[in-house]
């Protein structure tokens, strides 16, 4: 009888369904580019700033210039506590009307400001925007940003300038409603300059004199 081989019956699984492509992302416009180039830099880490459309690095704060805003901090630091206010270092000023913004040494805002994104708040929900100036951005500070905060409706914005001789600390306020982009007016209509040591008042909400001679150390 001749033997029969018997041979075991494979059974192969189905192939699995191919998943159908992706539709591709739509791409971003420029304006889109912009912001989240800006984005991705400040999640690294960096001070990205948007002037002109232009997403401008900024270097970072010094120590002296550091010390210099926590100093302030201190000074204001009741006031934040009766008010529920906010302070903020890494939070940006939009600046209308295009996608611009600012991103101050320190900000400060009611609990709740007026947001225009999760990135900036609209400037006429700050109570006080500072830069404290640095030899790298002095120029900044002084010519480009108070027309920016202006626009932008901050009431009160404070340069601390240790780079002059002597140190001096300036508020502006009364900003002016109807500035354009390049507008060569003077962006705010009350400017109170004094030097280190002299008082500084700062006008409501705030209601406090300032000593700047704690700011400077």
């Known amino acids: 009888m ?6 075991r019956r494979v059974t192969h699984p189905a192939p699995s369904p191919v998943p159908p492509p992706e539709p591709p992302e739509e791409p971003l416009d420029a304006e889109a580019e912009i912001q989240q180039l800006c984005r991705e830099l400040n999640d690294a880490g960096y001070t ?7 997403v401008v690095v900024s270097p970072w704060t010094n120590i002296p210039g550091a010390d210099m805003v926590d100093s302030l901090a201190d000074l204001l630091y009741p006031l934040k506590l009766a008010n529920g206010w906010r302070f903020h270092q890494n939070v940006a000023v939009h600046i209308p009307p295009l996608l611009d913004h600012r991103i101050p040494d320190l900000m400060v805002t009611s609990r709740s400001p007026d947001r225009y994104d999760d990135m900036r708040v609209h400037g006429h929900g700050t109570l006080l925007v500072v830069e404290v100036c640095s030899p790298g ?7 480009e940003k108070p027309l920016d905060y ?4 901050v009431p009160l914005y404070l340069i601390v300038d240790p780079v002059t001789d002597p140190p001096t600390m300036t508020l502006m306020s009364a900003p002016v409603a109807d500035l354009a982009v390049d507008d060569e007016r003077q962006p705010y209509r009350e400017i109170v300059m004094v030097e280190a040591g002299q008082p500084l008042e700062l006008p409501e909400p705030f209601g406090v004199k300032l000593d700047t001679s704690a700011v400077f150390g």
């Open 150 to 153: 202006a626009r932008a409706g």
């Open 48 to 54: 990205a700033e948007i002037s002109w459309g232009h």
């Open 137 to 143: 951005t002095r120029m900044v500070d002084w010519h």
């Open 2 to 7: 001749p033997l029969v081989e018997h041979r």
